[in-house]
Nanobody
Framework: QVQLVESGGGLVQAGGSLRLSCEAS????????MGWFRQAPGKERELVAR????????YYADSVKGRFTVARADASSTGLLQMNSLNVDDTAVYYC???????????WGQGTQVTVSS
């Protein structure tokens, strides 16, 4: 199994920045990619960014392109999501999740609340 612990959420004014971290432990050799999802009240969960653990082009949803950056911290087992130019539409609970070799997101973090005020 892989355990994921997220940190870094909070309250920020529109235009501000936050950085989320997701520390993985356990069988981290099973990780092929880390995805960042978010779910706002009354909305479906959406994938906002994904990074392949061993390199390759990251994925960003259109709504966050140019504002969010996904990374893996120094080849460690920690994923990062840098969020800049935040707006109220970015308010949601953010989750990290790891993709295994079969392409499924199996393991999930506990979620962290991001609230952007106008």
């Amino acid at each position: 199994q892989v355990q994921l612990v997220e940190s870094g959420g909070g309250l920020v004014q529109a235009g501000g920045s936050l950085r989320l971290s997701c520390e993985a432990s356990g069988r981290t050799s099973e990780i092929h990619a880390m995805g960042w999802f978010r779910q706002a009240p009354g909305k479906e969960r959406e994938l906002v960014a994904r990074i392949w653990w061993n390199g390759g082009r990251p994925y960003y949803a259109d709504s966050v392109k140019g504002r969010f950056t996904v990374a893996r911290a120094d080849a460690s087992s920690t994923g990062l999501l840098q969020m800049n130019s935040l707006n109220v539409d970015d308010t949601a609970v953010y989750y990290c999740a790891t993709m295994t070799g079969n392409g499924s997101y199996i393991y999930w973090g506990q979620g962290t609340q991001v609230t952007v005020s106008s």
